[in-house]
C-alpha cells in the first residue's frame, strides 16, 4: 500500500469524523489525465482536507518549512504532507515563482492532478482576493483543464491558521471544468493572463460565496 492510500485510509476517516466532510460536485473531476484544481485558502488545514476528498491524488507547492521542522511533530507533518502530495518549495527565494510554475509544469506534464490556491497565499479576512497569474500560464501551457474549487467553513474552525482546529462542519464544492484552449499560444500575453484568471476567480467566488476584493492578498496583509 502506498503511503498515499494509507493515509486516506487511515487518516482520512479520523478527519472525516472531526470535520464531517461535504463534498458536492467531485464527479466534475476528470478521471485521467492532468487537471488543476484552483480554489480559494482560508486557513491552514485547506491542504490537508483537499487530498482526503479528491478520489485521485492530488500535488501541491508548500512550504518548505512544512518539511523541516525539528521532534516529533515536525517528523509527522513531514510524513503526511509529502505523502499526500506536497512537493516542497522555497516560496520566499527570488526564483520560487518560476520553481512553482515549472513543478506544476511538470506534474501536468505527466498526466497528473495540480491544486492551487491563485491567491497565492490565505485570505487574512475571509474575503477572496485578486487571483495571480501562475494559474493560467498553467493551463495555457499545458492545455490542462481547470476545475474550480471552494472551501467553506475552515476558517471558522481554524481562526487565523493557528492553533489545532476544532471539530465542525466542512464542505468543499467543485465546479464544471474549464477549458481555455481558444488562448493557445497565448501565455505571454498579459491581457489574456488576466482575463483567464479572473474567469477562474469569479467562478470560485461563486461556488464559495465570498466576497471579492480587486486586490493582491499580500498587499492586504502588508498593509
Known sequence: ????????????????????????????????????????????????????????????????????????????????????????????GAGAAVAALNTGRRVLEEGRVFGIYPEGTRSPDGRLYRGRTGI??????????????????????QPGGAGLPRPGRVTVRFGEPMEFSRYEGMDRDRYVLRAVTDSVMTEVMRLSGQEYVDMYATKAKAA
Open 136 to 157: 493560467a500560464r498553467l493551463t495555457l501551457m499545458t492545455g490542462a483543464p481547470v476545475v474550480p474549487f471552494a472551501l467553506i467553513g475552515t476558517d471558522k474552525l
Open 1 to 92: 500500500m502506498s503511503r498515499f492510500a494509507l493515509i486516506k485510509s487511515v487518516i482520512g476517516p479520523v478527519m472525516r469524523l472531526m470535520f464531517r466532510f461535504r463534498v458536492e460536485g467531485a464527479e466534475r473531476i476528470p478521471a485521467s489525465g492532468p487537471v488543476i484544481l484552483a480554489g480559494n485558502h482560508l486557513t491552514f488545514i485547506d491542504s490537508m482536507i483537499l487530498p482526503l476528498v479528491v478520489d485521485r491524488q492530488v500535488f501541491f507547492i508548500g512550504k518548505d518549512e512544512y518539511v523541516t521542522g525539528k521532534g516529533l511533530k515536525g517528523r509527522l507533518m513531514a510524513w503526511f504532507f509529502t505523502g499526500v502530495g506536497m512537493i516542497p518549495v522555497d516560496r520566499d
